[in-house]
């Protein structure tokens, strides 16, 4: 069966956001990150579409004439606006943007699209929902700006196989939405209403990763375009097994490949039941250290928690200043546990005496929806807070993301709030500590060459700490252009190596979202 939502993506958020009345927060948060981002200036060549490429020396009419042929005139675009907008996700990274967009509307003319840039040597960026965070969009190369969008349709659903496949234009919200009907979710949750494609491509998880893990665990199979045009279905066409040990495994290859070794056009994922009972809980502990050893315990108890959250004195400050909450300022951890009625019930009492027995206080319980959801206010909210906490026209944001071994964390949090509080510098960190992986947000004045310095300085010792812990440069965000620097450092100059040469294998000459994932 084939089911298709809007082509705009936009669309389908505001209609979304419409039906369960987000407009609040969503309107919030297009106040707040327009209050924090940096205006910049674009190089004088990216200004206006040119006869050639600013990087190389493609006649850019003769290319958008070709790609015309492909897509049709309508889905094409060389506007400034439209070519800025697809220069740039939501990351610090300065923009840079494509000689093109273009907008195909099937598997197909992507494979078209590639021929045509392969054939002239132009390079190709994948463009989704442009909700990522280290610069996996953005067109250093100038090149063709390959917008998913309007591929929106859900190819196959098999309910009784707990399958889905999927086309990037499909999000998050929309596919739950679709889903909710038949009992059925996915719930893999990055925050951001992201494409799943998307999702894939960087390997996205989230709040729910500790019971349900990343998109790494949850996609089946995947459709790719080669830079030479060739479709290839990673685990063989329309295949959506729960298992296989069939060959190689190329459908975690491509999972966070970024664009790097090919265009993802569907994705086969695996769902699940939406769980009978849902009760959350909330408490403070005096110090991070005793917070996240309480965590370790409920671990190895073996209760299955759905979502285990920490949140600094910090971050719980600013929420509580921003959603006029009063939540002790001290740190906290949001906790959720999904199954039967008894079950959450036995889980939750488990917990409770755990996290007693480690100090914690100002308990609060919930498990209808109403009270969950007012309860996981605040960390729903800790951005829109982070940004309030200094509003000002030149005042930007810095989120960096690591994981470490879940018995290092203490040790990576604990010595990160003291590099913040040596330099005195505003750091907001909340983490999904039940499985190593943290955030640290940064606030800081773009005019002055000080706190620039010092909040990049800090962000690099964060994530040298993660690796000299035995941790990882990113636990979901992604490599990008902003990681690639780390890559040998974590995996060894041999693996990198390896790496090379299956993108040389894939992507010969080099047109496959340059510059990104490997240095």
């Given amino acids: 069966m084939r089911f298709s939502f809007s082509w705009s993506t936009r669309y389908q958020q505001v209609i979304f956001k419409q039906r369960f009345n987000f407009s609040s927060n969503f309107n919030n948060l297009n106040r ?42 309508p889905n094409i675009s ?87 496949c999927v086309e990037p234009g499909v999000t998050r919200l929309a596919l739950n939405e679709y889903l909710r009907g038949d009992g059925l ?10 494409s799943l494609c998307g999702m894939a491509a960087t390997s996205a998880s989230g709040t729910n990763a500790v019971r349900y893990g990343t998109m790494r665990e949850n996609v089946r199979n995947l459709e ?3 830079s030479d045009g060739t479709i290839i279905h990673t685990a063989g066409q329309g295949r959506h097994t729960v298992k296989s040990s069939a060959g190689y495994n190329l459908t975690n290859l491509f999972v966070g490949s970024e664009g790097t070794l090919g265009l993802i056009t569907s994705a086969t994922l695996k769902l699940y ?70 079950q959450t019930e036995e889980d939750a009492s488990v917990v409770g005496d755990i996290f007693a027995d480690a100090g914690a206080s100002g308990f609060q319980w919930a498990s209808s929806l109403s009270e969950r959801n007012r309860l996981w206010k605040a960390r729903h909210d800790t951005l829109y807070a982070i940004l309030a906490t200094r509003p000002g026209p030149q005042i930007t944001q810095l989120s960096t993301d690591v994981c470490v071994p879940i018995s290092q964390l203490t040790k990576a949090i604990t010595d990160t709030e003291k590099d913040l509080e040596e330099h005195k510098l505003p750091g907001y960190i909340l983490g999904h500590v039940g499985d190593g992986n ?28 993660a690796l000299e812990l035995n941790g990882t440069c990113t636990g979901e965000h992604g490599t990008g252009f902003g990681k690639k620097k780390y890559l040998v450092r974590e995996a060894g100059p041999d693996s990198v190596s390896l790496m090379k040469q299956i993108k040389h294998l894939l992507d010969p000459h080099g047109l496959m979202n340059p510059g990104k994932v490997l240095p």
């Fill in 438 to 465: 943290y955030h640290v947000t940064f606030l800081y004045d773009t005019g002055s060459e000080t706190e620039t310095q010092l909040v990049g300085k800090l962000s690099e010792r964060i994530v040298e700490r």
């Fill in 32 to 73: 707040s990150l327009h209050a924090h981002i940096k205006p910049f200036s674009l190089p004088s060549s990216q200004r206006s579409f040119s006869k050639t490429s600013s990087f190389n020396n493609i006649d850019l009419q003769i290319l958008k004439e070709r790609l015309c042929e492909v897509v049709g005139p």
């Fill in 224 to 226: 790719v375009v080669l």
């Fill in 185 to 194: 979710w996915f719930p893999v949750d990055p925050g951001a209403d992201a």
């Fill in 78 to 164: 060389t506007a400034e606006s439209t070519r800025l907008q697809h220069g740039k996700d939501e990351s610090h990274h300065r923009a840079q943007m494509p000689d093109i967009v273009v907008f195909p509307s099937n598997t197909q003319e992507v494979s078209e699209v590639a021929k045509v840039c392969t054939d002239m040597k132009v390079t190709m960026v994948p463009f989704g929902t442009g909700t990522g965070m280290e610069g996996g969009c953005v067109c250093t190369h100038g090149g063709v700006s390959v917008d998913l969008s309007r591929m929106a349709e859900i190819r196959e659903y098999q309910p009784a196989d707990f399958s889905v």
């Fill in 273 to 342: 039941g939406i769980p009978d009972t849902m009760t959350s809980a909330v408490c403070q502990f005096d110090e991070v250290e005793r917070a996240v050893t309480a965590v370790l315990h409920v671990l190895q108890c073996g209760v299955a928690v759905a979502r285990i959250e920490l949140l600094s004195a910090d971050t719980i400050r600013a929420v509580n200043s921003y959603s006029k909450l009063s939540y002790e300022e001290k740190p906290s951890i949001f906790i959720e546990f999904h199954g039967s009625e008894k």
